[in-house]
């Protein structure tokens, strides 16, 4: 698709950017073509972020220069950016939620008519946006009432409205289904149809080799190679993104299985979860799939005492629990990382001792034991690898990795045998997902129950000694490995075969 | 299942990505641990430089202001408001607010000066005074833990409501009791008397600000006010008990309150059910000048204090130096502005060094 003979429609040369301390951008030249679908791949930390928020004018380079059809641009605000055709499509939707879709659209361009806003034109406008992005939904909907790929759909309506030449995309496949992803795929085809140029900023391989025109490698804030995507393979890219090889994306040791751990009977609860029994054993590693909304983080949450429930029983080591609150779950030995630790786990002023202690604070009559806190944060550190010379730097430093291994730490600071694992990989890089399955499979092997929940299929089959599917609140299907693919398990989860939306 | 969790420095070492490590684990300098609570010691050293730089201004300013008698009255004027702001800022750490402890010190107050006068000894109003304003906090925390409503809304009605059935009670005159209880002979010595020349307010300040250091800082109750106030989902998750922690903040800025009323009443020697109009904001912006967020998890007691007194002495002075009241005022407000300008600038630099 990329015309090599024309000139690139946006040029970075020698383009750096410093944060306090950090080099984040580090002299980086780039150029894409109208058309084109250039992938920036890197793990997180790698500077890709910094660099494309550098294009939308998000933040101001340090060194260097952008040229726009050879033309040098000016740096002023984001504004100015999406005045000069380019537009970025949030990994956190910009979106405002309590307007509609088509005010949302037109926001900071409404057409007015002697100072009043047209609002047919606005509505008219906005149908025909949301046409070419294939999304059938009435442009007076509510943003907070839609799903996350259809926000996403609006957030690129908006793109076509501003009429940009050049799109930025920053993870836009994280919360999506696979149907979704598929989705975005032939609107993004649609986009480079029109001649408008796509940065696509993603660490998932197999959309990378799916989607990019070219692709360029970021590690440390610099280009380690810009190459089109026929002279790439999967082994190639992930040596350039990580510095090295990894053989094994994901290690799972041989499972041995003890007896059943926890047992979960006829859970329901009314209009989520609906009769959901299932039970995992000691050693083994449960899957939970399903699409994004099947109930599989409700049913998680239902048996955490995290939500409450209208019927079920649920019942450890032969025993029937009480589970009325976290307080319940936790005494009995279950944990739950959630999907989303910014949201939900972290206490990101606290720091990263006083994160892992969190769930079970070493106290001696109410007075906290900080020479023990400090001694298991320590020793939590070297276990799991927690890169940080100080337990007591504030958590909201570390990256994405390391904060999803504090949160492993505090639950295994509760002494848990059944350990929830809710989407555990979402923004954690190639390098530290590895080290993270690595785990997952070791505290397997020392006897716990595993319930791994993700949207990310090759996970799921890769680490699983065995999935059930949920579909609407319902568990469809059980497969045993061995009887993993994805076609078994998406027709699992789509309820039926037929009924391919959005 | 602890004794799988082995101790391994050595798995450190093959890491990937190297990351800069200043220190070996065992020998953590005083440099270290100063640069990773950065922050507070930023938010604290910047009340503190301005406490210093306004004391020596006022020092030249003002042929009284150094005073002994002059440094005294500093004191005993803030103690009422030091006493308060202490709870308010376990209460402003979870990232709630109480906008109606003025109205309840003022409640407390006149309750005590009643109490005397139907014959009570002070030690027993004095009680009873305390246990009030814990009643109101034990009110505001049940309205905002467990009927869920919003700190601001439920405070601002309590305020409301306690000031009204405090007028309503007093027909918004002064109470009065036997001077021979509330005289400075007696129960004024709690506000206006000294033991070997130090005061008592200062003493009974001292105390309290130590219990709720170490409240704060060293126990259960304290980490899970930081806990709650950094992300309540996820210290819900985590286990603790949020709705009775939240509850349990809000009654003890409730008695420290009442304890203030009484100490207000002390200082008069009358129940004034006026007093203590505006002292919220007071309170809230000397909490937030010592480097607490309303947005929550984040503040320390050294902080507040530092935030009473700088307040304190730039009311001080203006008297001193003859400022115009209200000019007090806007000062104040933009010394507000100044802090929290400082803070989100300071925020984003430590953002910035995340990203």
Redo the contacts between chains.
Sequence with gaps: MAATEQMPLVQLVNISKQ????L?VDTVSLDIFPGEVHVVAGENGAGKS?LMKLLSQVERPSAGKVLLNGQEVAFVNPQHAQRLGIAMVYQEFALAPHLTVAQNIVLGRESTRFGRIDKRAEVEQARRLLQQVGLKIDPGRIVSTLSVAEQQMVEIAKALDIEAKLVIMDEPTATLTDQEIAHLFSVIRGLTVQGIAVFYISHRLDEIFQIADRVTVMRDGKVVATLPRSDLDQQKLIRLM???DIHNLYPKPASEFGSVMLRVEGISRRGILHQCSFEVRAGEILGFAGLIGSGRTELARAV?G?DPIDAGSIWLEGKRLSIN???D???AGIG?L?EDRK?????????IA?NIT??N?P?VA???D?RKEERIA???R??L?I????V???V??LSGGNQQKVIVA?W?E??A?VLFFDEPSRGIDV?AKSELFELIGTLAS???AIVLISSYLPELINMCDRLIVLHEGRITGELQRGEFTEERIMTLATGITEGVML | MKDTIGSTNEAISHEATPVPREQSTGQRTIVLRVRERLGDFIAQGTAAGALIVVFIFLSFASPVFLTSNNLINIIEQNTVTAVIALGMTFVIITAGIDLSVGSTAAMTGVLGVELVAHGWNWPQALLVAVLAGGVVGLGNGLLISFARLNPFITTLGMMTVVRGLTDVYTNAVVVVGPSSVLGPDNFGVIGLGKIAGIPVALMILVVLSVLAYFLLSHTRLGRYTYAIGSNQEAARLSGIPVRKYLLAVYVILGLLTGLAGMIAVSRLGIGEPNFGIGLELDVIAATVIGGASLFGGQGTIIGTLLGVFLIGLIRDGSVLLDINDFMQNVIIGVVIWLAVLWDQFRRRRISSLSS
């Design positions: 944060f306090p301390g950090v984040a910094t990580v510095g090295r955490f995290a609150s976290p307080v779950a936790i005494a739950y959630t949201r939900d786990g972290l206490a990101m002023t606290l720091d006083q969190l769930a604070l106290t109410s007075w906290i900080l320590l020793r939590a070297d276990r690898k890169r940080t010379p100080s007591h730097r504030k909201a430093v505090r295994l509760t002494q045998r390098n020392e006897g716990r």
